[in-house]
């Protein structure tokens, strides 16, 4: 049996910010979510894609920030200067396995320098995912 194609339109937060403990409170969303890490540096270039689900965005990046979890701060920023981060405003209230989906396909569209390459998250539900940014 041949899996369907998942398709998802999504929406970027409004602007990128400046990734750094001081900028997360203010700027990073309290829900669960996709978020880039890019380098300001080389052209946008996305660094890392992350998932944070079940934790909220805030959480996940705070964990990075922190040195919880890889690529940490002071990894990102030792080793391309200034970092930012950005996440996935629309759909705000996508399910977890939507989630899961839409990151998975960032991933494999981007093909970013600090994920693991072998295995991005997916649910399971769909042959091909495609994600569609809208302005």
């Known amino acids: 049996m041949t899996l369907p194609e998942g ?3 999504i929406r970027m937060s409004e602007r990128c910010w400046r990734f750094a403990p001081d900028t997360l409170p203010a700027h990073a969303p309290k829900r669960p979510g996709v978020y880039e ?3 300001a540096n080389k052209g ?3 660094l890392y ?3 944070a689900c079940p934790e909220t965005l805030y959480a996940r990046l705070a964990a990075h920030a922190m040195g919880k979890i890889r690529p940490t701060f002071d990894e990102l920023v030792r080793a391309r200067g200034e970092v930012f981060f950005d ?3 629309e759909p705000a209230d996508a399910a977890p396995e939507d989630l899961r989906d839409i990151a998975g396909a960032l991933m494999i569209q981007h093909n970013p320098p600090y994920n693991l ?3 991005p998250p997916a649910s399971g539900r ?3 995912v495609l994600v569609e940014e809208t302005p």
């Open 44 to 46: 946008s270039e996305v």
């Open 126 to 128: 769909f042959g091909r």
């Open 37 to 39: 890490l890019i380098d």
């Open 49 to 51: 894609v992350g998932l």
């Open 117 to 119: 390459r072998d295995n």
């Open 87 to 89: 996440y996935v405003a």
């Open 7 to 9: 398709r998802f339109r």
